[in-house]
Nanobody, 116 residues
Framework: QVQFVESGGGLVQPGGSLRLSCAAS????????MSWYRQAPGKERDLVAT????????NYANSVKGRFTISRDNAKNTVYLQMNSLKPEDTAVYYC?????????WGQGTQVTVSS
């Protein structure tokens, strides 16, 4: 079955950086676009970034453009989210996501806290 193992979250000061990883299994990773979402306390889950199956095209939420970079390594079945210049408003649980045969799948989430 489709599974994700996310890692890389933690506590970081404003202006700092983190790199999230999401290792996938149970499907042909290189055949599907991948996304990162985030959900802050009391808020809806929002799309952060998407990458096509080849990695040639990416899209970002306006709030993270120029600060976050999504990438993937199809040989490792892993998608990454490099987060720079972090702000307190980036605090959230971050989830990786894909849709396989119109079924959506989510990772367990990794907590990112930006605070001094």
């Amino acid at each position: 079955q489709v599974q994700f193992v996310e890692s890389g979250g933690g506590l970081v000061q404003p202006g700092g950086s983190l790199r999230l990883s999401c290792a996938a299994s149970g499907f042909t990773f290189s055949s599907y676009a991948m996304s990162w979402y985030r959900q802050a306390p009391g808020k809806e889950r929002d799309l952060v970034a998407t990458i096509t199956r080849t990695g040639r095209r990416t899209n970002y939420a306006n709030s993270v453009k120029g600060r976050f970079t999504i990438s993937r390594d199809n040989a490792k079945n892993t998608v990454y989210l490099q987060m720079n210049s972090l702000k307190p408003e980036d605090t959230a649980v971050y989830y990786c996501h894909t849709e396989v045969m119109v079924q959506g799948y989510w990772g367990q989430g990794t907590q990112v806290t930006v605070s001094s």
